[in-house]
């Protein structure tokens, strides 16, 4: 739903979707490229998919995704996007490819 917005309106479009979802308890499913933190701040639940043939490799809570790979001895800098740092971890070929 954000795609061709700045990142400013692409964080007001998640947060009237969230509030949306809520207010209506429905699901709201989305596809982001490239999130800023803010954005990912606002993620409930994380689905994250390798590229290479797209195996779900986490499906859980957005809060607990940074120490389930951490439990596996992957680290994830603090100070970086969480979003970044897992699309790393699963995309083949990347520097700190798990997959």
Do not use: W
Request: with cysteine.
């Amino acid at each position: 739903p954000t795609s061709g917005l700045s990142a400013t309106d692409a964080e007001l479009c998640v947060k009237a979707l969230q509030t949306i979802a809520r207010k209506f308890n429905v699901l709201a499913v989305v596809v982001i490229h490239q999130p800023r933190v803010e954005v990912v701040d606002l993620f409930d639940v994380l689905v994250l998919l390798t590229s290479s043939p797209g195996r779900m490799t986490y499906f859980g809570p957005m809060a607990s995704a940074r120490s389930y790979f951490q439990s596996f001895g992957f680290g994830i800098p603090a100070d970086s996007n969480p979003a970044d740092a897992f699309m790393d971890l699963v995309t083949p070929g990347s520097n700190s490819d798990a997959s």
